[in-house]
Nanobody, 119 residues
Framework: QVHLVESGGGLVQAGGSLRLSCAASGVIFSINIMGWYRQAPGKQRELVARIASGGTTNYADSVKGRFTISRDNAKNTVYLQMNSLKPEDTAAYYC?????????????WGQGTQVTVSS
């Protein structure tokens, strides 16, 4: 069982920055992809960014050039640096990790951290 704990959310004015962190702990086999998703009220959860263990990254078009995802494999931690925040970035942000146990992949989710951007 992998536990994901997020931190770093909060309230910020438009144009500001926040850095989210997510640390994985517990029984970890081999975490391949770690990522961030977000869900605004009344909307579906959507991918924000993800990063593979080798460093390959993917971003949603809406955050390209503003957000940067990174990870520390030794610490099983993923970060999301969010710059030039906009009110439409307001959402609950969830950390996701894909752990390979030797037979199949298992998805884990954090509890979420709220990001609110005021105009």
């Amino acid at each position: 069982q992998v536990h994901l704990v997020e931190s770093g959310g909060g309230l910020v004015q438009a144009g500001g920055s926040l850095r989210l962190s997510c640390a994985a702990s517990g029984v970890i086999f081999s975490i391949n992809i770690m990522g961030w998703y977000r869900q605004a009220p009344g909307k579906q959860r959507e991918l924000v960014a993800r990063i593979a263990s080798g460093g390959t990254t993917n971003y949603a078009d809406s955050v390209k050039g503003r957000f940067t995802i990174s990870r520390d494999n030794a610490k099983n931690t993923v970060y999301l640096q969010m710059n030039s925040l906009k009110p439409e970035d307001t959402a609950a942000y969830y950390c996701n990790a894909e752990d390979y146990n030797g037979s199949y992949y298992v998805d884990y989710w954090g509890q979420g951290t709220q990001v609110t951007v005021s105009s």
